[in-house]
């Protein structure tokens, strides 16, 4: 196990943990939008900096999905969560399902904000071209950003999340998490899981649409459930935050105060 500690701030004081892992074009500032009206006294969120973002933008590593699961595993000791939840976003999503498999003890629920699937998604031709390059080139990054939320959002919107993307990203890490994410399948490590699992799309979204998520999600996790934000694309936390936030939370919260399950159906 890594002694990497994850750059980290705590939100809230309950007694229901839950770390929020950011996608591929952000560092832990994707949250920003939706902190204000977070359930600050039954959850604790954990907001976390990956390696290659943010405060970690220069630590080394491999830039992978399972590396990141076991850094959360390591951080929730040293913060003494025993048992916790994960919601994570895109790239985060990928993460959260891995701990599936790294430590499917100690997670009470998973949620996914239009999640990259565990099978990954394998790119070919001018999508291939267009997500390398997007590692050094800005324009790239806006394409992909404009197209994911159904070419709806003001000019001004797109570019400031690239100048967000540019300045909290390492290039070379930024382009290694493309292949961990969108080229690994870990399919086979947790399908079947029993861990409650909540996989939030946005309708606009062409790539990581409800549909995806049906043949996904769905059909992976017998306690799986789906959401569908009908205004919001690929970032739910700056298109739609207070749907995204009560989702989210109703979901979490049917777990109960204790992690019994006893808020099921509530």
Known sequence: MTSFVLPHEVHGDGAHKV??????????????????????TSFSYALVDLRGYGEARDATGSYTTAEAAVDLVELADRLGWERFSVVGHSMGGAVAQRLLAVAP???????????VPASGMPLAGEQAALFGDAAHRPENRRA???????????????????????????PK?????????????????????????????????PALSPEVMRRTWLAWYPRAELAVLPGAGHYAMDETPLDLVRAVEDFLRADGPDGTGAGEGA
Not at 105 to 115: F, K, T, Y
Not at 147 to 160: E, I, K, V
Not at 177 to 185: F, N, P, T
């Open 105 to 115: 003890h100690r997670l009470r629920r998973i949620a996914g904000v239009s999640p």
């Open 144 to 170: 992909i950003i404009d197209f994911t939320t159904g070419g709806r959002r003001p000019a001004a919107w797109l570019d400031r999340m690239v100048a967000r993307s540019l300045e909290r990203s390492d």
């Open 173 to 205: 890490a930024f382009r290694a998490w493309l292949d961990s994410w969108a080229g690994e399948d870990f399919t086979t490590d947790v399908v079947g899981s029993e861990v409650p699992a909540l996989a939030v799309a946005g309708a606009l979204d």
């Open 19 to 40: 770390f929020a892992v950011h996608g591929w074009f952000a560092d832990r500032s994707a949250y920003a939008a939706v902190l204000p009206d977070l359930d600050r």
